[in-house]
């Protein structure tokens, strides 16, 4: 394979590429980074600014407090657009609302409420850290036994270790159906059945999975789920987070924090907490409307490029990816972090490499391309089906391989970052 023909066979990939021409919804400012971190904080659309412009001047600068009959359903509106469009629920199973972390222990707390007398929490042992956290939290406060699983780094969770972990004293099991290290797909389907037959709810964290693999909340019977907008999803730094409730639970849970938006007839202005009957019930106070509406413009993108046309892009990547990997980084002493096989992997792959964090630094500083470190020696590359081409692949592998060969990362002071 010589780098002239190879570098061909990827700009063909392109020009047969479906939906290259949505690379140009998004504002590209630097032609030449090959921007491989949004699965961290995904690329602007380029309809959000001016969706933001008219938000800030007309609605807020104009019409000021009438504005808010128009706001005050968006967070179940942008709901029903993710549940279409991209988390197969159906309508009113999704709300738009809080971070990630809040969203979790919202739910986490109502499962375990409504689980009476079970004593267990399970959660992968390498589960992402705010996760892991907010159990510890729930578990000390109620006296209950937070048990890790043991789960293979690079391969993640299998369901026959799920399975086996399992029995009828766990209350919930808290997973990610795309691991946010190796990338690292769960069948959710498979889970949810086992989990149902020990009565455990199973609380999902789609944060890697939303809008780069087809997630199915309720064909596959998921019972909750919480996941990020801002990475895959394009809804900007520290965008809301949506938490789906499946229907027929709605009208039992309770989730633990009782503020107004989450009440039954809201400006009635009641003397009690009496909660909606709906998924509204998991809301609780003034959703933050920018931040909201930067999240429509970012959706537009999803509805027309289809998730399944996203997944089969995200999967072509991702063998390039792990093929010029192979090809060319092994040698230099990288290994494939990540399942091999397409099918167990999300859209990021994870290379391990003992200076994996110098490497990172340099590739960001000195060749623009940008992925990230994660513990302990990983370096992570997201290429998002929306706008990354085939050749931003080829170029990134190529730029990382001249770099290394190079020892050019050796030039860096080996120091510890705020972020990684
Ligand atoms: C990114 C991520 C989060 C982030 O949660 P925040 O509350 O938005 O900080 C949570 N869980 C997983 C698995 C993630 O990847």
């Known amino acids: 394979m010589t780098r002239e023909f190879s570098r061909r066979a990827a700009e063909q990939q392109d020009a047969a590429d479906p939906l290259a021409g949505l690379r140009d919804r998004f504002v590209i400012t630097e032609p ?5 971190d949004g699965n961290s904080l995904g690329r602007l659309p380029a309809a959000t600014p001016d969706a933001l412009d008219r938000l800030v001047r007309q609605e807020w600068g104009a019409g000021l407090v009438r504005s808010w009959s128009g706001w005050i359903d968006w967070g179940r509106r942008l709901g029903d ?6 988390l197969g629920a159906r309508p009113g199973e999704v709300v738009v609302s809080d971070s990630t972390s809040v969203n979790l222990y919202k739910l986490a707390a109502a499962a375990l409420d409504a689980s009476p007398g079970r004593r267990t ?3 992968d042992a390498e589960e992402f850290p705010t996760d892991r956290y907010l159990l510890q939290g729930l578990a000390e406060q109620r006296g209950l036994t937070l048990r890790t699983l043991p789960s293979d780094l690079d391969e993640g969770l299998g369901v026959a270790d799920v399975r086996a972990a399992l029995d009828d004293d766990v209350a919930l099991l808290v997973l990610s159906a795309v691991s946010y290290r190796s990338g690292a797909l769960l069948d959710l389907a498979a889970v949810n059945a086992a989990a149902r037959q020990v009565g455990a709810y199973v609380l999902w964290d789609l944060s890697h999975a939303a809008g780069s693999v087809p997630v199915e909340l309720t064909a596959s019977g998921a019972d909750l789920a919480v996941g990020c907008t801002y990475k895959y999803l394009n809804g900007g730094p520290g965008a809301p987070a949506f938490l789906y409730v499946r229907r027929e639970l709605q009208a039992t849970l309770r989730q633990p924090i009782w503020g107004w938006f989450g009440q039954r007839d809201q400006f009635r202005m009641g003397p009690t907490y009496d909660p909606s009957p ?3 019930r998991f809301l609780v106070g003034t959703p933050p409307i920018l931040s909201l509406a930067a999240l429509e413009p970012a959706l537009d993108v999803f509805a027309e490029a289809g998730i399944d046309r996203l997944r089969a892009k995200g999967v072509a990547l991702g063998e390039l990816l792990v093929e010029l990997a192979d090809a060319w980084l092994t040698p230099l002493g990288f290994t494939l972090a990540s399942p091999r096989d397409p099918g167990r992997r999300g859209s990021h792959v994870s290379l391990a490499h003992p200076d994996a964090l110098r490497i990172s630094r340099a590739l960001i500083a000195e060749a623009k391309v940008v ?12 290429p998002a089906p929306l706008y990354t081409r085939f050749v931003d692949v080829w170029d990134a592998m190529d730029r990382l391989r001249d770099l290394v060969t190079a020892g050019r990362h050796e030039q860096l002071p080996v120091e510890s970052l705020r972020v990684t």
Not at 81 to 86: E, M
């Open 371 to 382: 992925g990230d470190f994660r513990t302990p020696d990983r370096l992570r590359l997201g």
């Open 81 to 86: 657009r993710l549940a279409t469009h991209v």
């Open 278 to 280: 709906d998924v509204d």
């Open 121 to 123: 929490v399970l959660v």
């Open 32 to 36: 030449d980074v090959v921007y491989l």
